[in-house]
C-alpha cells in the first residue's frame, strides 16, 4: 500500500522500494533477543523518514472516512 502511494503521489520507484522492502525485525529485550522474521516493507526504526512516511500514508484518510461517513 505504502509503495503504490510513494509511487503515484511522488513517481518514486526502485529506490525507495529497495530502502523499505525485504527486511528483517528483531527485539532485544533484557539480554534476550527474540527470532529474526522477515517482512515484506517497513520503515526503518529510528531513521529520519520514518515520520514523513507516516503522513504519507496516512494522508488521505480523512478523504477516505468522509466518503464512507458522508
Do not use: W
Given at each position: 500500500?505504502?509503495?503504490?502511494?510513494l509511487?503515484?503521489?511522488?513517481?518514486?520507484?526502485g529506490?525507495?522500494?529497495?530502502y523499505?522492502?525485504?527486511?528483517?525485525?528483531?527485539?532485544?529485550?533484557?539480554?534476550?533477543?527474540?527470532?529474526?522474521?522477515?517482512?515484506?516493507?517497513?520503515?526503518p526504526?529510528?531513521?529520519?523518514?520514518?515520520?514523513?512516511?507516516?503522513?504519507?500514508?496516512?494522508?488521505?484518510l480523512?478523504?477516505?472516512?468522509?466518503?464512507?461517513?458522508?
Amino acid at each position: 500500500m505504502m509503495l503504490l502511494k510513494l509511487e503515484r503521489q511522488f513517481v518514486l520507484r526502485g529506490i525507495v522500494q529497495s530502502y523499505l522492502c525485504d527486511r528483517t525485525v528483531g527485539v532485544i529485550y533484557n539480554g534476550s533477543t527474540s527470532r529474526i522474521i522477515q517482512v515484506t516493507c517497513s520503515v526503518p526504526q529510528g531513521s529520519l523518514l520514518g515520520p514523513r512516511m507516516f503522513i504519507v500514508y496516512t494522508a488521505d484518510l480523512e478523504k477516505k472516512v468522509d466518503h464512507e461517513h458522508g
